[in-house]
């Protein structure tokens, strides 16, 4: 079984991976935020990807999603978990909770960037379920006997919809007031494109969404800011790897969802029709479904 971790602010590394080596990769949409670290991990083989890349170096609207997803997809990765700060929309989603999304509403300006499709190649794959529920099911157990062992009385909260802004600047009062009205849990600004293109990938796709703090809608409570976020990931980050060191053991060799064959009926171009650099570029995506 091939894991891939994608780590957001705060958690640039995963301890505890056995055999490390980093894989440099180039995809035929450029290079993936940074190389890819390879393990093992609870005798699953693991990739590590910094989204941000080490060191924080690239904005949200840098992040190059979709070499990431496609290099993953190269490396053989079936199953992706991606961790990462978000704030708050709602009273009862205090900071350092947990929430596992499984809805997205997206405020980005950047659609063309979420798909590996176009170029004389069309598909639409099916997202009104944008999370893998059998990963996000076996997450949430892990999660709760995780928690059940940290002190201080943490919650994650099962589902909620994740509202992807595009930044790099946060929410205005206004924006926010309206994300909160329009049924969203809990905002960021980099899961959304990642969830698109792993479906697109036929990559099962959860995300693990860290509450830092309440965005900018509490009247009682300071608005972000980046000192805040650090803070409460800083305190999070060592449960963060503690969950994921509880989910290896826990995922089963085969996959029993449907994410495997989101291509099967998505692809409406004429075969014949396709270009053939399109095709080739595409290879490991849609090769199966081209024979």
């Known amino acids: 079984m091939h894991l891939g971790i994608i780590g957001g602010s705060g958690l640039y590394q995963l301890d505890g991976l056995e055999r490390l080596e980093t894989i440099r990769l180039q995809t035929p949409f450029g290079a993936p935020s940074d190389e890819y670290i390879r393990g093992r991990l609870g005798g699953c083989e693991i990739f590590f990807l910094p989204r941000h890349g080490r060191g924080h170096r690239l904005l949200p609207a840098e992040i190059n999603h979709r070499a990431n997803i496609f290099g993953f997809k190269q490396l053989g990765v079936e199953r992706i978990v ?40 069309v598909a639409h794959v099916a997202l009104a379920e944008p999370v893998c529920p059998d990963l996000r099911g076996r ?10 062992s940290h002190p201080g009385g943490l919650r994650v909260q099962n589902g909620g919809t ?4 595009e930044g790099p600047a946060f929410s205005t ?5 309206s994300y909160r009205q329009l049924g969203g849990d809990v905002i960021g600004m980099t899961s ?15 995300p693990l969404a860290l509450v830092t ?14 000192e805040m976020i650090i803070g409460h990931l800083a305190a999070n ?10 989910l290896i053991p826990a995922l ?36 199966r479904y081209l024979a």
């Open 252 to 287: 089963p060799a085969a996959r029993a969802c449907a994410c495997g064959t989101a291509l099967q009926h998505a692809i409406i171009t004429d075969r014949a029709a396709i270009p053939p650099a399109t095709r080739a570029a595409l290879q490991p995506l849609i090769g």
């Open 139 to 148: 997450m949430f157990a892990v999660i709760q006997q995780t928690l059940a």
């Open 192 to 206: 959304l494109g990642e969830a698109k293109l792993c479906r697109e990938a036929e990559i099962c796709y959860a």
């Open 82 to 121: 991606s961790v990462s700060a978000v704030g708050s929309l709602r009273a009862e989603l205090r900071p350092r909770d947990l929430v596992l999304p499984d809805q997205y509403y997206d405020r980005t300006k950047k659609s063309q960037d979420h798909t590996f499709f176009g170029n004389g190649l």
């Open 237 to 246: 980050t060592a449960l963060a790897r503690d969950i994921l060191l509880r």
């Open 162 to 165: 994740y509202v992807c802004m």
């Open 173 to 177: 009062k206004a924006e926010s007031r």
């Open 213 to 226: 703090d309440y965005d900018c809608w509490h009247a009682r409570e300071a608005s972000v800011t980046v």
